[in-house]
């Protein structure tokens, strides 16, 4: 079972980055997959999730400016983000859930700074 993450590194404020999560070893479909970060001297929180059948919810401070998105045939879930903000440097990770099971990818570190 695994959840590669891409696609972070360091951009301008107003810049944009797509985050990619590609899951292997299990049936993704089945499951929600989501995006969370952690700041430093922070806790985990939630940024972004969607369900199989595209159903999606976001954080508030990432609406507008956040777009999830999945393609099942790749087995991969994007997150595009937009009009980055210094407040969004963080460390994100790819997350996969349902009723049984809950795997973590290793994280992919996004830098906001000018």
């Known amino acids: 079972v695994q959840l590669q993450a891409s696609g972070g590194g360091l951009v301008q404020p107003g810049g944009s980055l797509r985050l990619s999560c590609e899951a292997s070893?299990?049936?993704?479909?089945?499951?929600?997959i989501g995006w969370f970060r952690q700041a430093p001297r922070n806790g985990r929180e939630g940024v972004s999730c969607i369900r199989s059948d595209g159903i999606t919810w976001y954080e508030d401070s990432v609406k507008g400016r956040f777009t999830i998105s999945r393609d099942n045939s790749r087995k991969t879930v994007y997150l595009q983000m937009g009009s980055l903000k210094p407040e969004d440097t963080a460390v994100y990770y790819c997350?996969?859930?349902?009723?049984?099971?809950?795997?973590w990818g290793q994280g992919t570190l996004v830098t906001v700074s000018s």
């Open positions: 070893g299990f049936t993704s479909e089945d499951y929600v």
């Open positions: 997350n996969a859930w349902n009723m049984n099971n809950d795997y």
